[in-house]
């Protein structure tokens, strides 16, 4: 059978003195070597590092070893995907093994999947005396025919030092969540399955997940306290969200439920808010009576008509002394100064997605503006929505290795694009430049200044823009608005063009990607995703300049009216997908009124459509000044509106009033 053989080990470390060599020495003895060992060591005050630097003196075209100040695991393995060459991934933890044909084992089972991830068997390590022996899997049992994602909502799990990725699957996740305290693999591992990534159990190979002998307590072992508990929580609510936005939350309420019921019992006697906060949040998923007494027959009949109690490995009874762990030689600390073998890690580095279609006579002006930015440590990842003209050619005169071009399969629009940039990206963060606009110099310097001073509470930054108008002549628009955006954006868009904003790139872990549904406006409603969980925050100055091409279009008229009438079904899509958040807080009725002013425009004048919307406002907040206006102008003629609006706003606010902008 053939096997994906190209696999990148990533290994974080922090204080991993006394396991990173058998880790590694487990590695170098499979029956399929690894393509490469990645140690990304993680400030550790301990020998750690003096030994992964020896480890790569001795086979140094197979053991990089990388040194960061992170404080975070999710970050190392972050850091280390990005900088790996393998067509496959597997994130080992310093104090785990592998037996000697996990990989070969891993890579067979995964190679029946393009953008898939495997399992293989696992065992717990426990020392007893001077030997390691294998003990069962110490997770929750998996109850027969119970789905992969519903048993690790309900605490079964494969650890991470037992799965084996595509890059093409790892990136369609978004990678680690670098704000996850504790759960992070489950977290990793349940938005794969939850967004359909093919999920694999090997039935060979086996990983040792090492218990650490008291006193040496790892991440898992502080989900019971305070910050173990919110920690939780974030996770399961994303989870929760994810399967919500996938139309499959219903499938899973039982297990749901039962998770935050979990959570809810550590945190009886730790903190009553988080308790009572997660009892509610268990009702609501919690199947009605007759539904619950069902699945609970079902999983009685289940577990006794067949004699199965769930699917652990190996009885609980088993153990064995791993002969070929307990004789491995732990490798003496080098004597060379560790820093010798360190290779340098340049961050922050920003990823420029430039989405490009049937433009390249345009692209030199957008790829000028970003070569020479100020700031260097950049990449520049063109993706070429299946252009029917050349815009590779282009790419080809800058002789530029931080240009790389990606040519997707088939056209998919700008959301999907972009997507594709985000996946491919391994920037910290993200900057967005349509193929048609230019940045300022200074303009990726100062996000990138303003994001390092900021708290990781701030998830975007964007800029003024100045607007190059159809005439000739310019405009500039400058940011107003910072901090919780979330209410004002559910009203309409602050944000002037996508091409100013910067993000960090985790967020995608949160948030996910753009929305490839919508016919328009996907970049507002990406951004009001985001503002959903993360502050905004803006440079005054316009460091952008966007290029109005309307004017040398050949049909201009048929591109506005195609543009202006994908901006109102998307906005009808929109509206539809948050609706249930802008009734929460109080504002249905003004995005309402702000599509149906639209429709009212003088070159569009659908007043059909105006007044349906208008109404609609109008039923929700019937006292509103604006619903009313709103209402009136599609009922009455301009004379009696204007009437309206003196009454209603007096004569200096009426004047500036207008219907149809």
Sequence with gaps: MNTMSAISIIIPTHNAEEYLAETVNSLLNQSLPPLEIIIIDDNSNDGSLAIACQLSGEYPALISVYSRKFKSAPKSRNLGAAISTGEALMFVDADDVLGPNTLEALSEALNTKQAGVAACPWLRLEKVGENWLARPASCAQRRPGQDALSAWLTGWYYPTSSILWTREAFNKTGGWDEEATINQDGDLMMRAIAQGIPFIEASKGVAYYRKLPSGQESVSGKGKTLKGLKGRIHVLDK????????????????????????????????????????????????????????????????????????????????????????????????SLPAMSKVKDVKLPMVSVIIPVYNRAHLLHRSLDSVVSQTFKNIEILIIDDCSRDDPYSVTKEYNDSRIKYIRQKENQGVAAARNRGL??????????????????????????????????????????????????????QLPTERGDVYRKLLIKNCIHGGSSTMMRRNIITNVGFFDENLVAIEDYEYWLRISRYYYFDFIEEPLVRYHDIRAISTNTDVRRSRNFQANLDARDQFYVKHQAQMKKEGVAHLFLVQSANRHMAPHWNDMKSARRLALKAFFYAPTSKSTIVALAATLFSLKFVNKVKTVIYGNSRAKKESIGT
């Design 239 to 334: 989870i929760a969200r994810i399967l919500k936005e996938q139309d499959i939350q219903k499938n899973y309420k039982d297990s749901l439920s039962r998770a935050y019921r979990g959570i809810a019992e550590d945190a009886k006697m730790v903190d009553k808010n988080i308790y009572r906060d997660t009892k509610l949040k268990q009702k609501k998923y919690q199947p009605i009576f007759l539904a619950s007494i069902f699945v609970k027959g079902t999983r009685w009949l289940s577990r006794y008509s067949t004699g199965i109690r769930g699917s652990k490995p190996t009885p609980e009874e088993f153990q064995e002394k791993v002969d070929w762990l307990n004789d491995m030689v732990i490798k003496e600390s080098a």
């Design 423 to 476: 996946r491919e990206a391994k920037g910290e963060f993200v900057a967005f430049l349509d193929d048609d606009d230019e940045w300022f110099p200074e303009k990726l310097s100062r996000q990138v200044e303003l994001f390092l001073q900021s708290p990781p509470e701030v998830g975007l930054v964007y800029t003024g823009v100045e607007t190059v108008m159809d005439e000739g002549h310019s405009e500039v």
